[in-house]
């Protein structure tokens, strides 16, 4: 049915949502290593041959590892919200489907929609971003 298949393509755009968080935070990840390595290269050499410019240099790459390590937090924090934002979703859409029977082809009009935006008796209303009622 339609409501299925609108069900998959929320599910399809989801998973494509949840890969790009990932590969953002495998970057992250990614530049975080090389930082980290960037850091024991420098912390090696002895604090007598460092330089002021070698000790700012390690103060800066603590810093951008502060920082790497924040932004991958956020994007995990973004992940779990995003999961929990989709499963009350879920929960509503499945509440709603079972309490409406969808049957629709092509050319017909959707009576339920209007049963959606709300009747004089006090039906659910759902806003849907470009329909118009009437």
């Known amino acids: 049915s339609w409501f299925n298949l609108v069900l998959e393509k929320n599910r399809l755009d989801r998973y494509e949502s949840e890969l ?15 930082l980290q390595q960037e850091l024991r290269r420098r912390m090696a050499i002895e604090d007598t041959r460092k330089s002021a410019e070698d000790r700012q240099a390690e103060e800066e790459l603590l810093s951008e590892i502060t920082r790497t390590v924040e932004r991958r937090d956020a994007l995990v924090s973004l ?32 009576a339920l929609w209007d049963q959606l935006e709300g009747s004089e008796s006090g039906g659910p209303r759902v806003d849907c971003p470009g329909a118009t009622s009437g």
């Open 20 to 34: 790009m968080i990932i590969a953002q935070e495998l970057e992250l990840q990614d530049t975080q290593c090389r």
């Open 79 to 110: 992940l779990d919200e995003q999961r929990l934002r989709e499963q009350d979703e879920d929960r509503d859409l499945e509440s709603l489907s079972r309490g409406y029977e969808l049957h629709w082809s092509p050319g017909q009009s959707l």
